[in-house]
């Protein structure tokens, strides 16, 4: 018992285990790594509210202040119904010249791009032998007549039978037919004008040998003048002789006038058109054939038409657009347009008068946005009408 008591009281107390230092060491690396932490985390949260507070205030700002807009009230407007085409200038009478008998040419009595005269003598080709032919017709021809003249007066005596006198008469009516004939053959050799006007550029000169083939020079009357266009197939029913058109053409400012006069009797089954024609006044001679026409042909006035300006609508992938102030706030309107000008456009459905229709700012314009009408067009801005 005492042995045991003994060795127990004797023994050595025990020593702390190894691991205590290092854990020590640890726990104050934790303690400096969990107070940056901490201080980084004071320094986000005093952040977030000023960056949230300013973000808010910025969105808020943009949501809040609306887009000042100019506007335009729809009211009954007056359009002019016009279908615009294009057409070609034509002289009002032409004619390629040519003569009518091979021949050598012996004068040409014309200047290029003069004017003639109806009946003027233009060209002349050889007739040496016809005229030689003529001559002795009438040689006969006055010899037969003298003779015819005596054996009238011997029938009367009965100087001759009938027989005689009725075979010199025969013979001076075959002498004059034969003499008629000579002289046309001597007309065909000769190019006369038609019809006045003005001779364009030659294509012969003199000693030339020509055929009924060869083309010695054009003829054209330039006053009045013709204007060739078509129109769309829709407006067949709608286009009639004595209809007004106004027309443009390159280097002429001013914008000239005329009117239709025919119409052709059926629309091309090809292009789905109708060819019309109308004459201009030409007198100043300005105007020549070939030249180049914008047209335009009036149908005639709608007094009730619902327009606006033509930057207000907008192109979309399934038709057109337009915005209208609502309550404050931009609204899409789907339309369907109809005439055209150079600044409006008729609208057939999605619109009605009195509708605001926003004309500035169409770009940035979306739905919904709000929006504040600085100016209506033509006019001030009404403060009633703005509410």
């Known amino acids: 018992m005492s042995s045991t008591s003994s060795t127990s009281a004797d023994a ?81 009478e032409s004619v390629e010249l040519t003569p009518e008998t091979s021949g050598k040419v012996t004068a040409i009595q014309f200047e290029e791009g003069a004017r003639v005269e109806e009946g003027q003598l233009l060209l002349k080709t050889n007739d040496a032998e016809l005229r030689a032919e003529r001559t002795r017709l009438e040689h006969r021809l006055e010899l037969a007549s003298d003779r015819a003249e005596r054996q009238k007066r011997l029938l009367a005596e009965g100087g001759v039978s009938q027989e005689e006198y009725d075979a010199t008469v025969n013979e001076v009516e075959v002498l004059e037919a034969e003499l008629e004939l000579v002289e046309a053959q001597i007309a065909k050799t000769e190019v006369r004008a038609p019809f006045s006007g003005v001779v364009g550029l030659r294509a012969v000169s003199e000693g030339a040998y020509v055929t009924p083939q060869t083309q010695v020079t054009t003829l054209k009357r330039l006053d009045p003048i013709k204007v060739d266009f078509s129109v769309s197939e829709k407006y067949a029913s709608r286009v009639r002789s004595g209809q007004p058109i106004a027309f443009r053409v390159r280097g002429i400012e001013r914008t000239l006038n005329g009117e239709v006069y025919a119409t052709d009797v059926q629309v091309d089954s090809e292009t789905r058109t109708l060819r019309l024609r109308a004459r201009a006044d030409n007198s100043d001679g ?78 940035e314009m979306r739905a919904g946005l709000p929006v504040q009408i600085e100016r209506f067009e033509g006019r001030e801005s009404n403060p009633e009408e703005n509410e």
């Not at 050595?12 to 230092?21: H, T």
């Open 286 to 363: 300005t105007l020549r054939p070939g030249m180049f026409a914008d047209v335009t042909v009036s149908l005639g006035t709608i007094t009730d038409a619902v327009v606006v300006p033509a930057f207000a609508v907008v192109p979309t992938l399934d038709g057109q657009r337009v915005f209208v102030a609502e309550n404050g706030t931009a609204r899409p309107r789907n339309v369907t347009l109809g005439l055209r000008t150079d600044s409006t456009v008729q609208v057939t459905e999605g619109l009605s008068l009195r509708d605001t229709v926003i004309t500035s700012g169409i770009q």
């Open 12 to 92: 050595p107390e025990s020593s702390p285990p190894e691991s205590g230092p290092s854990e020590s060491g640890w726990t104050s690396r934790t303690k400096r790594v969990v107070a940056i932490g901490v201080g980084v985390l004071v320094l986000v949260g005093l952040a977030l509210p000023k960056l949230d507070g300013s973000g808010a205030t910025e969105t808020g700002s943009d949501e809040s202040a609306p887009m000042q807009v100019d506007a335009t009230v729809l009211r009954p407007g007056s359009m002019a119904e016009q279908v615009r085409t294009s057409g070609t200038l034509r002289a009002d």
